[in-house]
């Protein structure tokens, strides 16, 4: 049981807007920075969003993050085939006083 | 461009320890707002900190798995090791090196990721 909360799935056709879901606490969420990684298939996961909202160099800007209270969201636009990946939100946690994941989203561009 | 390898063995039995290193390189391991963390993923589930470590060798662990792990750190040779012991079927994963930062979950370097599994 993962700390923070994922959609195990999401869908949506190419050129369409989705957005990926992570519910936290207080503890983590609620009160630090938000963390979004993305993981193609037998490769190791990459930061695609730092600080809740920034993206490092290199990464589209297709890609947005958000925050809210003890919520976040990842907002993909202008789907491509190549953004079919699994998608992790990750958070420090003050409480275990340590990073957290969230269990993952896998997004499946139809 | 700093990178990190993993390397140590693929296959450990039950109640034996776990033994893994990652090298560092391209870049140094002894910045004072550097962590070098191990992450793993069991085949088809998600990702699971297990600790990380500084230069100087302050350690913090997930308190799940702190009982049975080790972080180590090398700077002579730019490296730490993870060593996990007792362990069980449940302890097969991708185990993963990265770069990180105390009070943040920003993993901003990978390793490649090592397939561990646990069998007789």
């Known amino acids: 049981q993962s700390v923070l909360t994922q959609p195990p799935s999401a869908s949506a056709t190419p050129g369409q807007r989705v957005t990926i879901s992570c519910s936290g606490s207080s503890s983590n969420i609620g009160n630090n920075y938000v963390y979004w990684y993305s993981q193609l298939p037998g490769t190791a996961p990459k930061l695609l969003i730092y600080r809740d909202d920034q993206r490092p160099s290199g990464v589209p800007d297709r890609f947005s993050g958000s925050k809210s209270g003890t919520s976040a969201s990842l907002a993909i636009s202008g789907l491509r085939s190549e953004d079919e990946a699994d998608y992790y939100c990750a958070s420090w946690d003050h409480s275990l006083s340590g990073q957290v994941f969230g269990g993952g989203t896998k997004l499946t561009v139809l | 461009q700093l990178q990190l390898q993993e390397s140590g063995p693929g296959l450990v039995k039950p109640s034996e320890t776990l033994s893994l290193t990652c090298i560092v390189s391209g870049g140094s391991i002894s910045r004072s707002s550097y962590y070098w963390g191990w992450i793993r993923q069991p085949p088809g589930k998600g990702l699971e900190w297990i600790g990380s470590?500084?230069?100087?060798?302050?350690?913090y662990y997930n308190p799940s798995l702190k009982s049975r792990v080790t972080i180590s750190v090398d700077t002579s040779n730019k490296q730490f090791s993870l060593r996990l012991n007792s362990v069980t079927a449940a302890d097969t994963a991708v185990y993963y090196c990265?770069?990180?930062?105390?009070?943040?979950?920003?993993?901003?370097?990978w390793g490649q990721g090592t397939l561990v599994t646990v069998s007789s």
């Open positions: 990265a770069r990180c930062y105390y009070g943040s979950a920003e993993f901003d370097y």
């Open positions: 470590i500084s230069y100087s060798g302050s350690t």
